[in-house]
């Protein structure tokens, strides 16, 4: 059992910056685990916003955060980042960590809430105008 704990998030002024956490525990991971970060805001489904290869040798974006944020991770603390920054009020929702164990993530899922096997309990992050 994997277990994901997100922590970092709060109440920033939009044009602001937040870096939230992914600490992960449970489980050896092999370079193949891929890491992702979701959200969710106020009556919206779950969206893809960033994932990372346990390797770091991929990463992959949703068009609507590139060049503002950035996912990585350190292999020594088993921990997940994203730091976000030039933050707009369309960015507040629930951030969820995500982990998919079971096998290499394919290209055509990795932004599919199904193809991950484990979730954190999420992050608030609420960016004001």
């Known amino acids: 059992q994997v277990q994901l704990v997100e922590s970092g998030g709060g109440l920033v002024q939009a044009g602001g910056s937040l870096r939230v956490s992914c600490a992960a525990s449970?489980?050896?991971?092999?370079?193949?685990?891929?890491m992702g970060w979701f959200r969710q805001g106020p009556g919206k489904e779950r969206e893809f916003v960033a994932g990372?290869?346990?390797?770091?040798?991929?990463?992959d974006y949703t068009d609507s955060v590139k060049g503002r944020f950035t996912i990585s991770r350190d292999s020594t603390k088993d921990t997940v980042y994203l730091q976000m920054n030039s933050l707009k009020p369309e960015d507040t929702a629930v951030y969820y960590c995500?982990?998919?164990?079971?096998?290499?993530?394919?290209?055509?899922?990795?932004?599919?809430?199904?193809?991950?096997?484990?979730w954190g309990q999420g992050t608030q992050v609420t960016v004001s105008s």
């Open positions: 995500a982990a998919r164990f079971r096998d290499p993530i394919s290209r055509v899922e990795f932004n599919i809430t199904t193809a991950y096997d484990y």
């Open positions: 449970g489980r050896t991971f092999f370079n193949y685990v891929y």
């Open positions: 990372i290869s346990w390797s770091g040798s991929r990463t």
